[in-house]
């Protein structure tokens, strides 16, 4: 179905689908004819997930498209994970070397 179509079934409009394409929330779409976007059941959900996730919680489309940078992009996670160690909201990963002395301890007290 047409961009016009699928706003209509997902109550939204042709404009913000558009937008969320920009930022790379919406599934590569096969194009029809004369180039128009082409929208199947697929895409409908994953716009549908994505209409959820941002009502239930109360985020942006362009919020929910770092969230996704943040899951894919190794370094921007480690940037932020940073930033929430600094400000409090994110505990410190444990110490390896501590990790593998409890496991270590553990072996031990297994064998006896």
Do not use: C, N
């Not at 985020?59 to 600094?86: M, N, T």
Request: avoid cysteine; proline fraction near 5%; charge should be positive.
């Amino acid at each position: 179905m047409r961009i016009t179509e699928a706003a209509r079934r997902l109550g939204t409009s042709p404009r913000m689908l558009r937008y969320r394409e920009a930022l790379g929330l919406l599934p590569a779409t096969g194009a029809g004819a004369g180039g128009h976007r082409r929208f199947g059941e697929p895409e409908l959900r994953a716009v549908a997930l994505a209409l959820a996730l941002e009502k239930r919680y109360d985020i942006g489309p362009a919020e929910l498209a770092f969230g996704l940078r943040v899951l894919a992009e190794p370094e921007v996670q480690a940037r932020v994970r940073e930033l929430g160690e600094r400000i409090g909201r994110v505990s410190a990963p444990r110490a390896r070397a501590l990790d593998f002395e409890q496991e270590k301890a553990l072996r031990l007290l297994r064998r006896r």
